[in-house]
């Protein structure tokens, strides 16, 4: 079950893999990410390596496992999974994507410093959205 400091820290850890991505631009960062965020986006989380890294620190630093609400975590997961695929593609063309690891990064900051996430506002508003009469 996703707890809170288990996603602020996966978060982190997007965070952190995506300033080495920036400064050394290794094509294995976003093809890894967009692995992970398939498999937390599309339903199968417990198979994340970034999940379990981050659920083992949380019982390892015996932080608090508070349960969240998880669509829209799982809607942010499939906006990361986008950003990891137009990082690679990018890559791979050898086309500048500084602005898109930008847009990542502050995104995975918000989560895990702040505990604001930027896909869940997105996720809530289009279900408003969606469902007003």
Do not use: H
Not at 69 to 80: E, L, R, T
């Amino acid at each position: 079950m996703p707890t809170e400091n288990k996603i602020r820290l996966t978060a982190f850890l997007v965070f952190i893999l995506t300033i080495i991505y920036i400064k050394t631009n290794f094509i294995f960062i976003p093809f890894f990410l967009l692995i992970d965020f398939a498999i937390r986006g599309f339903g199968f989380g417990k198979w994340s390596i970034l999940g379990l890294i981050a659920e083992k620190l949380v019982s390892i630093l015996k932080l608090e496992q508070k349960p969240i609400y998880f669509p829209p975590k799982q809607f942010a997961a499939q906006v990361g999974f986008i950003f990891s695929l137009l990082l690679l593609v990018f890559n791979i063309v050898e086309i500048n994507s500084i602005i898109i690891s930008i847009i990542l990064l502050i995104c995975a900051g918000l989560e895990a410093f702040a505990n604001f996430c930027v896909g869940c506002y997105v996720y809530n508003f289009y279900y408003q959205i969606k469902n007003r009469p």
